[in-house]
């Protein structure tokens, strides 16, 4: 079993940045593919990056291209997500998500955080 704990949520103005969290136990962090989601309430949670087991290899939903970038530290269990240029669309809960692959959707993924709460202000 995996266990992922988010940090980093918070509230900022439009066009600051927050950097995000998620740290893993359980399982060697190293063979994970990971990658963040994000969903807004009445919506379906949606793909927001993801990152290969090795780091490099990364993909990102178009809308945040340019502006956030997903990272991994495999010494120290933790994946990153550094967003800048933030924008008020940008606000949702934050999910990581941890399986035996990388990609964009939602049901490879058999692992996932309790979310953290980000909040842009116009």
């Avoid at 509230?11 to 990658?35: I, K």
């Amino acid at each position: 079993q995996v266990q992922l704990v988010e940090s980093g949520g918070g509230l900022v103005q439009a066009g600051g940045s927050l950097r995000l969290s998620c740290t893993a136990s359980g399982r060697t962090f190293s063979t994970l593919g990971l990658a963040w989601f994000r969903q807004t309430p009445g919506k379906e949670r949606e793909f927001v990056a993801t990152i290969a087991s090795n780091g490099q290899t990364t993909e990102y939903t178009d809308s945040v291209k340019g502006r956030f970038t997903i990272s991994r530290d495999n010494a120290k269990n933790t994946m990153y997500l550094q967003m800048n240029s933030l924008r008020p669309e940008d606000t949702a809960v934050y999910y990581c998500a941890a399986g035996n692959w990388y990609g964009t959707k939602e049901h490879w993924y058999e692992h996932w955080g309790q979310g953290t709460q980000v909040t842009v202000s116009s």
